[in-house]
């Protein structure tokens, strides 16, 4: 596997990415979904909109691995109340 380093992007060019590519969550859960990239009304990039789409897309698919290997609690209702009962 090839390692690319992606220097970090002009401040402009990063944020012409922030506004075609998001992270879209799941409406009942907030979950992550998929990674949406909004149509470009210039499809020809210049190298610095070009590495500032790459280093989001990378962003926001490193931020769902995060999302999705962080633990997860759930809170059982009725073991909670048993236990707020019990003097422990």
Same mark, same amino acid.
């Given at each position: 596997? *090839? *390692?690319? !380093?992606?220097?970090?992007?002009?401040?402009?060019?990063?944020?012409?990415?922030?506004? $075609?590519?998001?992270?879209?969550?799941?409406v009942?859960?907030?979950?992550?979904?998929?990674?949406?990239?909004? *149509?470009?009304e210039d499809? /020809? +990039?210049? =190298?610095?909109s070009?590495?500032?789409?790459? /280093? =989001? +897309? +990378? !962003? +926001?698919?490193e931020?769902?691995?995060?999302?999705?290997?962080?633990?997860?609690?759930?809170?059982?209702?009725? $073991?909670?109340?048993?236990?707020?009962? =019990?003097? $422990?």
């Open positions: 596997m *090839t *390692t690319i !380093t992606i220097p970090e992007p002009d401040r402009f060019d990063a944020e012409f990415a922030e506004e $075609v590519i998001h992270l879209s969550r799941d009942e859960t907030g979950e992550p979904a998929t990674i949406y990239v909004d *149509t470009l499809p /020809h +990039l210049s =190298r610095g070009a590495r500032a789409i790459a /280093h =989001r +897309l +990378l !962003t +926001l698919a931020e769902w691995d995060r999302i999705e290997a962080r633990p997860r609690l759930r809170r059982l209702p009725d $073991v909670d109340e048993q236990l707020r009962d =019990r003097d $422990v």
